[in-house]
């Protein structure tokens, strides 16, 4: 069965950087991962994905520029730089699994992650 273990989350200030990731175990074959997250109040929205190869990548435009995702496949693990936060960057992080072309909805998505925090204050 597949498990997604996502962390590194925390508190910065903003302007700060944070890095997460997400261990995967069980996904085999040609899996696609997301990053979302969700603030008090808020709808869970989509942040970041990146296809198997990490030949396409799709990025929100409320974070593009400043996040990067990447992935090591022999790690079985999914990065997700983020630089240059802000307050509104304030939220749980979740990352998510699926195995097919990468998706920026979070119905596409079959696996998850439990959530990481991260706060960002001024």
Same mark, same amino acid.
């Given at each position: 069965?597949?498990? $997604?273990?996502?962390? *590194? !989350? #925390?508190? &910065?200030?903003?302007?700060?950087?944070? =890095? $997460? @990731?997400?261990?995967?175990? *069980?996904?085999?074959?040609?899996?696609?991962? !997301? /990053?979302?997250?969700?603030?008090?109040?808020?709808?869970?929205?989509?942040?970041?994905?990146?296809? /198997?190869?990490? *030949?396409?990548?799709?990025?929100?435009?409320?974070? =593009?520029?400043?996040?990067?995702? @990447?992935?090591?496949?022999?790690?079985?693990? &999914?990065? $997700?730089?983020?630089?240059? $936060?802000?307050?509104?960057?304030?939220? &749980?992080?979740?990352?998510?699994?699926?195995?097919?072309?990468?998706?920026?909805? =979070? @119905? *596409?998505?079959?696996? /998850? #992650?439990?959530?990481?925090?991260?706060?960002?204050?001024?």
């Amino acid at each position: 069965q597949v498990q $997604l273990v996502d962390s *590194g !989350g #925390g508190l &910065v200030q903003a302007g700060g950087s944070l =890095r $997460l @990731s997400c261990a995967a175990s *069980g996904l085999f074959g040609r899996s696609a991962v !997301g /990053w979302f997250r969700q603030a008090p109040g808020k709808e869970r929205e989509f942040v970041t994905a990146i296809s /198997w190869s990490g *030949g396409s990548i799709y990025d929100a435009d409320s974070v =593009r520029g400043r996040f990067t995702i @990447s992935r090591d496949n022999a790690k079985n693990t &999914v990065y $997700l730089q983020m630089n240059s $936060l802000k307050p509104e960057d304030t939220a &749980v992080y979740y990352c998510a699994a699926r195995y097919g072309d990468v998706s920026r909805e =979070r @119905s *596409g998505y079959d696996y /998850w #992650g439990q959530g990481t925090q991260v706060t960002v204050s001024s």
